[in-house]
């Protein structure tokens, strides 16, 4: 469907999808099938990105190796560094294929200055820097952060699945209704799919805790 829509490209593994829910496997997996299915159709930018430089490493070879086009890296999350070793970690995936960078200090804990960018920006496979700061026109959503309200919305809608990896949990009853309201509001057909939007019962979603 968002082929159809005249999307150019995905990224598969992201955070604003389960992506740090998975496990490698999984991840490279679901990277290997989202090229064996779209590859030929769209651009795939695999989130093969990790706090540590080893691991992001590792999985950039094998997301490269199943046929991912790009790469999306985040900043080292959780333990901070300092910008030389931003710097250098972003050199160690860099020679490896196009790669974006990601932004996000709200999540990472810390903010990718614009010298970072403009020291790695001699490298040809640079592709472009996915930037979440400085945008406070959105910040009104932050209440109802991703993926939650948008997986409990596709859920609704008959598009996607109604599982969750915990710690995610679907959006509160009351919330699902309010969403069919405003879909039938607005109309059916201004939002992805075809099935009429409806409202789910808790027992009908899968939370998911093991493997």
């Given at each position: 469907m968002q082929i159809e829509g005249?999307s150019e490209g995905?990224i598969v593994?992201g ?5 740090h829910?998975m ?10 099938h989202?090229v064996?299915?779209?590859?030929t ?9 990790s706090?540590?430089t080893?691991?992001a ?7 490269f190796a199943?046929?991912m ?7 080292p ?6 910008t030389?070793?931003?710097?250098s970690h972003?050199e160690?995936?860099?020679p490896m294929g196009?790669?974006?960078i990601?932004?996000?200090p709200s999540?990472s804990?810390?903010d990718i200055?614009p010298?970072?960018?403009e020291a790695?920006s001699?490298?040809s ?6 930037e979440?700061v400085?945008?406070?026109r959105?910040?009104?959503?932050t209440?109802k ?7 409990t919305?596709l859920?609704?809608?008959?598009v996607?699945r109604?599982v969750f ?6 959006l ?7 969403f069919?309201?405003?879909v ?5 057909g201004n ?7 409806r ?8 939370l998911?805790?093991?493997?």
């Amino acid at each position: 469907m968002q082929i159809e829509g005249g999307s150019e490209g995905v990224i598969v593994g992201g955070t604003t999808g389960e992506g740090h829910l998975m496990s490698w496997d999984e991840h490279i997996m679901l990277i290997g099938h989202t090229v064996n299915c779209f590859g030929t159709r769209i651009k795939v930018i695999g989130n093969t990105g990790s706090n540590s430089t080893r691991e992001a490493v590792h999985a950039t070879e094998q997301g490269f190796a199943v046929g991912m086009h790009a790469a999306l890296h985040i900043n080292p999350y959780y333990g901070k560094t300092s910008t030389e070793g931003l710097i250098s970690h972003f050199e160690a995936v860099l020679p490896m294929g196009p790669t974006i960078i990601y932004n996000v200090p709200s999540r990472s804990g810390q903010d990718i200055p614009p010298q970072v960018i403009e020291a790695l920006s001699g490298y040809s496979n640079l592709a472009g820097v996915k930037e979440c700061v400085g945008h406070e026109r959105v910040k009104c959503y932050t209440d109802k952060p991703n993926p939650i309200a948008l997986n409990t919305a596709l859920a609704q809608l008959g598009v996607a699945r109604p599982v969750f990896r915990l710690p995610y949990v679907p959006l509160p009853l009351e919330k699902r209704i309010e969403f069919v309201r405003i879909v039938e509001a607005i109309g059916r057909g201004n939002f992805v799919g075809h099935k009429e939007a409806r409202v789910l019962d808790d027992d009908d979603f899968v939370l998911i805790s093991r493997y």
